[in-house]
């Protein structure tokens, strides 16, 4: 789901231990075993002046934050200059200025699969994902209004959204290329959404399953000498997740990552818990894709999970690839004692560092908190 969709879904404090000195200087040395790199995903504000983003990157910075992800693309609209995109208004441009004289690296925080332009509705209604139920995105979403996912098999699709990482890999002063929603509608919600979609999801039931647009169908018969639709055969089965993984995972592997780096930028990417939970419940295999950097979701109070299950997840996410993991918290509502655990056992887990959501949801205590956990990494990038 949307991360600012998570914001409206639940509230929830999270108990966490007192951040006495001891915990610090524990959590500190965890942070000097490594090169740490902290992050913070920006959501889109026009809002905010100047003056304001000045003193905020300047608080980031001070903080031990190298790198800010800002969302410039929402699948409806962009916020850079765009040639191909319908524009809003270029935040990009204030970004890359006032962010990289604070001496933070900019990334560009891009939505991949859903489409919510009317052009792009209209004449293509083919390139969107189909759920089990043939019913499609574009005009049945799930969940949520703007799940109006594209099929990322598609050549059609893939060309289109690599379009857009081609068009940002342009742009001379930015670091990165960030993907957001490189994936599948969610076949299952983290459990503790549940409640408010009015669903159970015991199981993965038709609506919620996709990846059966008619082009990927006839592409897996073709392959297999079967329709997905009518399998009685368990091995098919199997083929058919794959199938269905290497869908995205080809997109990420063969588009986007070679038209990012083919103008030197850096590709990395907010990915689901695992990547074993991500395969179950996004049919996201992350574990093979060739990034630079993998920036796991790891919102425990959404999976009604506690820290160590953040340590676990890193943990798994680390033994997968042979990149840096940067252990996405969820802060908005979390205290600081529960901020400090949290980030210790990310770190603890095998973290490069933490990528916080969101800077709305930093205070100066939190602020204050990553300081101290990586205050002796602050200089280093």
Avoid at 115 to 137: F, L, Q, R, T
């Amino acid at each position: 789901m949307d991360r600012r969709t998570f914001l409206k879904a639940m509230s929830c404090a999270v108990a966490g231990a007192g951040a006495n000195a001891g915990f610090f200087e524990n959590v500190r040395g965890k942070a000097q075993e490594r090169n740490v790199k902290n992050w913070v995903w920006i959501t889109i504000n026009a809002e905010r002046s100047d003056d304001e983003w000045k003193r905020g990157f300047a608080r980031m910075r001070e903080s031990g934050v190298q790198a800010i992800l800002a969302e410039i693309y929402d699948g409806r609209n962009a916020y850079f200059g765009s040639a191909r995109l319908p524009v809003k208004t270029d935040l990009l441009s204030k970004f890359l200025r006032l962010g990289r004289s604070a001496g933070l690296e900019v990334h560009a925080w891009m939505w991949s699969m859903p489409c919510m332009i009317d052009e792009i509705m209209k004449k293509h209604p083919d390139w969107y994902n189909v759920n089990a139920k043939g019913e499609s995105a574009v005009d049945k979403p799930a969940y949520v209004d703007y799940y109006k996912f594209l099929d990322p098999g598609r050549p059609e699709v893939r060309e289109w959204v690599q379009g857009t990482v081609k068009e940002l890999a342009s742009i001379a002063e930015l670091t990165g290329i960030h993907l957001d929603y490189i994936r599948h509608p969610d076949a299952i919600l983290p459990s503790g959404l549940w409640a408010k979609y009015k669903i159970v999801q015991d199981k993965v039931y038709p609506q919620y399953d996709y990846g059966y647009s008619e082009y990927e169908r006839n592409s897996f018969k073709k392959k297999y000498g079967a329709d997905p639709l009518a399998m009685n055969d368990s091995q098919l089965e199997s083929k058919w997740m794959q199938f269905r993984l290497d869908m995205v995972t080809d997109l990420v592997n063969e588009y986007l990552v070679p038209a990012a780096h083919a103008k030197g930028k850096m590709i990395t990417a907010a990915v689901f818990p695992g990547p074993t939970l991500a395969r179950q419940m996004v049919r996201q295999d992350w574990g093979r894709w060739r990034l630079d950097g993998f920036l796991p979701m790891l919102y425990n109070v959404f999976y009604q999970a506690g820290p160590d299950w953040v340590k676990e997840q890193t943990r798994e996410g680390v033994a997968s690839v042979r990149k840096p993991v940067y252990s996405g918290l969820f802060v908005h509502e979390m205290d600081d004692g529960a901020f400090v655990k949290t980030a210790q056992l990310a770190l603890e887990g095998g973290a490069s560092g933490i990528s916080v959501f969101s800077l709305d949801g930093m205070n100066d205590a939190k602020w204050d908190t990553l300081r101290r956990i990586t205050q002796t990494n602050v200089k280093h990038s």
